[in-house]
């Protein structure tokens, strides 16, 4: 894994793990939004990066 690709995992990781809803209370989740009842996945990623540099990010990830 090249130390760039290696990088924006991380940034990836950090942006799931500082929402408080992997917890599952409170629900909905404050931060993100997901809704533990709904089975929904964590939306923290969605609300930090905008839609265009996440749709790259993720791109770049596959």
């Known amino acids: 894994m090249t130390p760039e690709r290696?990088?924006?995992r991380r940034i990836e990781h950090w942006a799931?793990?500082?929402?408080?809803?992997?917890?599952e209370q409170p629900n909905?989740?404050?931060l993100c939004g997901a809704s533990?009842?709904?089975l929904e996945p964590c939306k923290a990623v969605e609300n930090i990066f905008p839609r265009d540099i996440l749709r790259e990010l993720r791109d770049i990830l596959r």
């Open 6 to 8: 290696a990088l924006l």
């Open 16 to 23: 799931q793990t500082k929402c408080p809803c992997k917890n």
């Open 28 to 30: 909905p989740c404050p």
């Open 36 to 38: 533990v009842e709904n």
